[in-house]
């Protein structure tokens, strides 16, 4: 969904979006201690796009901050399904 800057509530099915991306991070079986990274960045990103308001340039980078940190906690091949699911978003 396109974002917007025009904060007004918060919007459910845009945060939607994210549960796909959320769930592959689980499937990854990481230690709390090194999930909560990947989290973090998830996190941002949930509070970019829940209320609109949002700049397409500030998600574009927390997008390449979540692939590289996924990249770096499980490398490519293992991370495969969550950047499939984040090239979904």
Not at 3 to 16: G, I, K
Not at 49 to 56: N, T, V, Y
Not at 59 to 84: D, F, S
Request: charged letters at 20%; glycine letters at 6%; aromatic letters at 2%.
């Amino acid at each position: 969904m396109p974002p917007t800057n025009l904060p007004n509530r918060y919007d459910a099915a845009r945060v939607a979006h994210l549960k796909p991306i959320r769930a592959a991070i689980e499937q990854l079986g990481l230690p709390p201690i090194r999930l909560r990274k990947l989290n973090g960045i998830l996190n941002a990103l949930e509070m970019q796009i829940e209320d609109g308001g949002d700049s397409p340039e500030v998600n574009a980078h927390l997008l390449v901050a979540l692939r590289a940190g996924v990249i770096h906690q499980v490398g490519v091949e293992k991370a495969q399904p969550v950047l499939t699911r984040i090239d979904a978003f």
